[in-house]
């Protein structure tokens, strides 16, 4: 007697959709056996991505699709980090300057856009036209110059219609024009085929874009007041980020009860100016009340011992569910 569930129709008779029981044998046919072996693969995926996270074997995966904006779904509640980029201003390692992905329910955003950002993008399946909002850090060029390939690709390439929201501090868009003309004169300007809008970061009050909720905190990396490391509340979930900064107590609330902090961790044992280093960020971590923490922004001394922390390091590329 055969047991168990067959998903082919031996009769192949045109039963329609139903599932019927005969003799220990159960066969699906029509619409119940198209809906179960998409169930099953749907279910299979799912699986596979949820085991490979949790065992920390994170692959360079293509984005995966989440729906379309607004539109609820089994995956609408999770949300999807991509560590587009992971490196230093120097492409330490051969990584890519700072850029981090985050999808859920559609939405798409980007903390920091460092210059190689679209390199990475299209590394990791991350479809550049898609991005409904940037966040940016500060205005170095390793978080903030791959906004000109944003606009060059929206504009020439992909001719993209969806309106991209680009928050930063006090004189984002003059240093983005800036830099835009004097890496492509004449881009700015002219007739563009999708809405920009600029915003800027306010420590006191929160800006809110669709269902990203993102607050910001001031830091301390060089002379400038205006740089801050980034809280981001989307479907329940809280990412913080300290962007480049050295030590200050402002990142106690930063991370505080976040699901993930990723930190900058620019050297080991030697701070360097107005970055944070491995044996600082180690004996502080019992003040960072975040669930996870995920060291970025990595120079030559950290990545040598790279394989010997007792902190997680993120990859170019890493892919991680929240
Ligand atoms: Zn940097």
Redesign the pocket.
């Given at each position: 007697m055969k047991t168990g569930i067959q998903l082919f129709d031996e009769s192949r008779k045109p039963l329609g959709s139903r599932l019927r029981g005969n003799d220990g044998l159960w066969t699906l046919t029509g619409f119940a056996r198209s809906f179960y072996c998409h169930y099953l693969f749907f279910a299979i995926i799912s699986r596979l991505l949820v085991n490979s996270v949790e065992n920390g074997i994170v692959s360079q995966l293509p984005l995966v699709y989440l729906g379309k904006k607004g539109e609820m779904s089994m995956a609408s509640t999770s949300v999807i980090l991509n560590c587009v980029g992971t490196g230093?201003?120097f492409g330490s390692g051969g990584r890519l300057n700072?850029c981090f992905h985050l999808a859920a329910a559609g939405e798409q955003l980007l903390l920091d856009c460092g210059c190689s950002s679209l390199i990475g993008m299209q590394r990791c399946g991350v479809i550049p036209s898609e991005i409904d909002t940037v966040v940016i850090s500060h205005l170095?060029g390793?978080?903030f110059g791959g906004i000109p390939y944003l606009l060059l690709e929206g504009k020439y390439l992909s001719q993209r219609i969806r309106p991209l929201v680009l928050i930063g501090p006090p004189g984002l868009q003059q240093r983005v024009e800036a830099a835009a003309e004097a890496l492509y004169p004449g881009m700015i300007g002219g007739k563009s085929t999708f809405p920009i809008e600029y915003r800027l970061l306010d420590p006191k009050k929160p800006v809110q874009v669709n269902s990203a909720k993102i607050e910001s905190f001031q830091v301390k990396h060089g002379s400038s007041q205006h740089v801050y490391g980034l809280r981001v509340e989307i479907f329940g979930k809280v990412i913080s980020y300290t962007g480049?900064t050295e030590w200050t107590d402002n990142l106690i609330p930063l991370a505080q009860g976040s699901d993930l902090l990723i930190a900058?961790c620019s050297a080991y044992d030697q701070p360097v100016p107005a970055h944070l280093d491995y044996f600082t960020l180690l004996s502080k971590r019992n003040r960072l009340s975040c669930r996870k923490l995920l060291l970025t922004?990595m120079g030559s001394e950290m990545l040598k011992r790279i394989d010997q922390l007792e902190l997680d390091a993120a990859n170019d590329g890493d892919l991680i569910e929240l």
């Open positions: 230093d201003a700072s170095h390793d978080h480049d900058e922004h």
